[in-house]
């Protein structure tokens, strides 16, 4: 069967005009909830009252606002990992795992406890910070490592390695740390909780109920000395080199393995912080399901971003935002397959920016 | 707990993983990976448990299965293919993506009760002694589709003329064109194929070996081991058959380890503190781990292993593979 007509692709020569990637990624978004809506109205939803229910459920009021930057503050940590990751061409889809690797370690701190509980709270909480991000660390290094030395697929071990971590996890708050039998721990003394604008109520009454922790902040200032890093220092050079030309980056004489392995380290500690302030700033304690797949939602929020690291807060406020929505609506995969949807437009949109497309009638071929 | 219950287990819940690991192994070769196993699988299952439910007929499940399947690996083919776009994150969103519908269009179908494929016995191959007994008795029709599947993919990839044309297309796919072989062409068949193999994989488990829908836990990961064990198995049809029943196997052996009060004649740690039966549960997690630095480590020590065009899009008339 022959069409009389083709679709060409011609490799674009000259620059990409500067609002096409923020072009495509808009319209990748917006055509997500389109064909989500469509999916939602063919098994006899109603998309708008559903999407309505979303932007009220997150943008509605203060407190949901602050729910979406509670939400986003994970996200924001993981998806700078994740970027900071792609950047080399690595895709560390463990995040998950080293979220919950760095909940263990930094609960340690209390748990144990590594340090007596009526010590001052700065002590406790960076030494919480400190493992959290060993933790994450060192669950890093492992995929790194066997991809730096056996040249094993870094993709299936990350993910391997998240159910591993929630087994491990599981063992714990099981078990020894249990409180009383339930699947968590105690909750954490109060030298343990990170600073929320809710303490503030009683000198401004505004903060009153406010969930917003200090996590943010870890956020923020990670996507500036990441921007630094790579904009800046010779790391971050050798990083995108690596990422653009790994040949060109060998024959300049870069180690591309002990690279290899920082950067899953590092990645792995942002993700590993991120768990210490979830733990810290809103469970209070180590339990189950402390992640709401975060390492999925920031692999897309990395791509998402175009691995920019200002970009990546912006787009976890978003998901931030699809986050607390699809706690309260039915479907429950809906948020799920919004995700989804995105990422996979995304990458596809990516044609638009390598290649012109043009329609060729198939008889001027011929001619 | 018997070698022989775990060995049954083992060849009925290792066929999930052999089909899917077949598809993945066929499509691999073309020069296409997807990683998108696990979502195909979920969406298959989804849509096989589906309409096995309203229809009540399994076998119209199966076939809803398997085309959801291969019509969700399509998405994958036109943005790997076409777009160029970089395979491994394609798979990544394809599994995102399925997930994310399985769980949209799956709403309100756990604890419902569909039609399930049929179990029987082999005439004559199951009245051989003890043999016939383990494997040719009372299985799923599914699993005998899985022994028999396995040598005929070998056999296809290596002793037949299409097989031929698919090696060339995943090893050098600017050779392959010049001889007049479509590489687009085929590279679509066999993602396509690759598709309705994890379709098939995923209708396997919700309309015949362990029957129902669970949501995301349908799968719990499996589709990930799959592709896995194609690594494993240098994208060769009997070593990942071997290594899909010994997951089966394991999968059973942690279960049934929790059981008895001693094994090996020893004290059974698993049976006196629970919470130690997390560590069983990592097992097959980590030895996925384990057998992909095998397989990898060995691949590159005799310079076998991946199709060399795999993941490497074929743009025609540039440099390249």
Known sequence: MKLPFRIQLTRRTEEIPKWMPLATSVGAVVAAFIISGIVLWSIGGDPIRVFG???????????????????????????????????????????????????????????????????????????????????????????????????????????????????????????KYSDAGFQMTPTFEKVAWLPRLAD?????????????????????????????ILKYSRWGYEINLIGDNPKAAEYAGINIARNMILVMMVSGALAGLAGMSEITGVVHRLQERISTNYGFSGVIVAWLAKLNPFVVILVSILFGALIVAGREIQPSGLSFMIQGTILFLVISSDVLLRYRISIVKRQEEIA | MSFEVILRAGLATGTILIFASLGEILAERSGVMNLGVEGMMLIGAMAAFKVAFTTQNAWLGLLAGILAGGILSLAHGVVTIHFQADQTVSGLSLTFLGTGLALVLGEGLTGKNAAILPSLDIPLLSSIPWFGRIFFTDFNILVYLGYILVPLTWFYIHKTRPGMHLKAVGEKPSAADTLGINVYRLRYIYTFIGGCMAGLAGAAISIAISPGWYSSLTTSGQGWIAIALVIFAHWNPFPAALGGYFFGMLRRFTLDLQGPMTFLGMRNPFFYDHNLVFFLQMTPFILTIIALVWGSSTARRKRRGAPAALGVPYIRGERGL
Request: proline share 4%; with cysteine.
């Open chain 1, 53 to 175: 229910f979303f932007f009220r459920a997150s943008f509605g009021s203060w407190g949901a606002f602050s729910d979406i930057i509670v939400k986003a503050t994970p996200l924001i940590l993981i998806g700078l990992g994740c970027s900071l990751a792609f950047r080399m061409n690595m895709i560390n889809i463990g995040a998950e795992g080293q979220f919950y690797m760095g909940a263990f370690f930094a609960s340690l701190v209390v748990l144990v406890p590594l340090v007596p509980m009526d010590s001052p709270r700065v002590l406790v909480l960076s030494l919480m910070g400190v493992m959290g991000i060993l933790g994450g660390a060192v669950y890093g290094f492992i995929p790194g490592f066997l991809k730096a030395k056996f040249n094993v697929n870094e993709v299936i071990t990350t993910l391997m390695l998240n159910y591993v971590a929630v087994f491990w996890n599981n063992y714990w708050i099981f078990g």
């Open chain 1, 200 to 228: 503030l109520a009683k000198q401004y009454p505004v903060f009153s109920g406010i969930t917003l922790h200090l996590g943010v902040v870890f956020g923020l200032v990670a996507a500036v000395v990441l921007w630094l």
